[in-house]
C-alpha cells in the first residue's frame, strides 16, 4: 500500500483521489487544508484517518509515504521543499513551478535525497490515445508542424468580470491561462518534438494582469508549432499535426478523446479513442508502478524522462512568459 497525503481540497484533488481508488495501490491517509472544517469535510468523504491545518505537522506527523499538491500554482514550490526535507515523495499538479530557478532548486535538493521521487502531473502523456499519436508520429517520415489548441471558458472568470481576482487568475498565484490549459499544449509539444529553438507568445491580458487566453509559437529548425489555449472562451478547433499528404488529427489538446491518422489519400483510420473511466488513472498507474519498484531498469528510463520533461517544460513555459513579459512576484526573489 502506498499510503497518500494530500494538500488541497479541490475539485482536481477529488479527481486524483477517485483515479486512486480504481484498482491501485495508494490509499489516501492524510488529508491538509488552511482550515480544519474543509480537511475534515473532505477526510470524512475519502475515509482518510488524518487531518490537518498545520503544514509542519502535516509533514512531521501525517503518516503518508507520497504527497499531491493541488495548491495554488505559486505555493507548489514550498511545499514540495518541505515534502523533500520530510523524504515524501512527490506528485504535484502542473505547472511544477513558475521559473527555472526554483525548479534548478528542487533539482538540486533531490539530488540529495535519491530515494525522494518527483512527478508533475501531466496527465495527457500517460493516457494510450497519447501515445498513439506518439508511435504515428515516429512513423511519419516528414513532420512539417503542428497546431494544438485547448480553450475551455472558466466559471471562475464570471468572478473576474464581478470585479474578483481568483487564484487562477492572479498574479501573486502564478496564474493565467499559459500557466493552467497552456500547460498540456506545451506538453504534447515538447513531449513530441522536443525543445524548441525560439518561443513567441501573444496573450490577451485582462483586467486582472494575467493573460485571459493566447497564442504561441515554438520555432523548431524545419517547422513551427502553434499552441491556442485560454480561458475566458470556448474553442471547438481540432488540432493537428502535419506530415507530408498524411495528418493526425486530435479532437482536444487537453482531453485527447479521438485520434485519427489521414494518410495521402484521405483515408482515415482512427488510431485512438480509449475512453478512460477518470482521465488521470493512467498517470496514476504509471506513478504507482515506479513508486512500488524504481529499481526497475524501465521505471528508471521512464522516470528520468518524466523528470526531464518536467524541466523542460518549466524552461519554455519561462521563456513564453518572459517574451510576452509576463512576470510574477517569484520571478523577482
Not at 493573460?211 to 474553442?235: C, H, M, R, W
Not at 488510431?271 to 531498469?297: A, L, T
Amino acid at each position: 500500500m502506498i499510503k497518500l497525503g494530500i494538500i488541497g481540497t479541490n475539485w482536481i484533488t477529488q479527481q486524483f483521489i477517485d483515479a486512486t481508488e480504481l484498482n491501485t495501490d495508494f490509499k489516501l491517509t492524510s488529508v491538509y487544508s488552511r482550515t480544519m472544517d474543509k480537511a475534515k469535510a473532505f477526510a470524512e468523504h475519502n475515509h482518510a484517518a488524518e487531518t490537518f491545518d498545520d503544514l509542519d505537522r502535516f509533514f512531521n506527523d501525517g503518516s503518508f509515504d507520497v504527497v499531491y499538491i493541488a495548491s495554488p500554482n505559486s505555493l507548489h514550490f514550498k511545499y514540495a521543499k518541505l515534502a523533500i526535507a520530510a523524504d515524501k515523495h512527490i506528485i504535484v499538479e502542473k505547472p511544477a513551478f513558475t521559473n527555472q530557478k526554483q525548479m534548478a532548486e528542487i533539482e538540486a535538493l533531490l539530488k540529495q535525497k535519491p530515494n525522494v521521487l518527483f512527478f508533475e502531473a501531466a496527465r495527457q502523456i500517460h493516457t494510450a490515445n497519447f501515445k498513439a499519436i506518439e508511435k504515428q508520429v515516429a512513423k511519419m517520415p516528414v513532420i512539417q508542424g503542428a497546431e494544438f489548441t485547448y480553450e475551455k471558458y472558466s466559471s471562475r472568470y464570471d468572478k473576474v468580470l464581478d470585479g474578483e481576482v481568483p487564484n487562477i487568475f492572479s498574479l501573486k498565484f502564478a496564474g493565467g491561462a499559459l500557466q493552467d490549459l497552456g500547460v498540456y499544449t506545451v506538453y504534447d509539444a515538447v513531449t513530441l518534438f522536443g525543445m524548441p529553438d525560439e518561443v513567441s507568445y501573444f496573450p490577451q491580458i485582462i483586467s486582472t494582469e494575467v493573460d485571459g487566453k493566447g497564442t504561441a509559437i515554438l520555432q523548431y529548425p524545419e517547422y513551427n508549432v502553434v499552441l491556442n489555449f485560454g480561458k475566458t472562451s470556448n474553442s471547438y478547433m481540432q488540432s493537428e499535426i502535419y506530415g507530408l499528404r498524411d495528418t493526425i488529427e486530435i479532437d482536444d489538446a487537453g482531453e485527447i478523446g479521438d485520434v485519427v491518422y489521414v494518410n495521402g489519400e484521405g483515408e482515415r483510420t482512427t488510431i485512438g479513442n480509449v475512453d478512460e473511466v477518470n482521465p488521470m488513472y493512467p498517470e496514476v498507474k504509471d506513478f504507482e508502478r515506479v513508486i512500488n519498484n524504481s529499481d526497475d531498469p524501465q521505471n528508471k528510463l521512464d522516470y528520468d524522462r518524466w523528470f526531464q520533461l518536467s524541466m523542460n517544460v518549466n524552461k519554455v513555459l519561462f521563456n513564453l512568459r518572459q517574451d510576452a513579459n509576463l512576470v510574477f512576484p517569484d520571478d523577482e526573489e
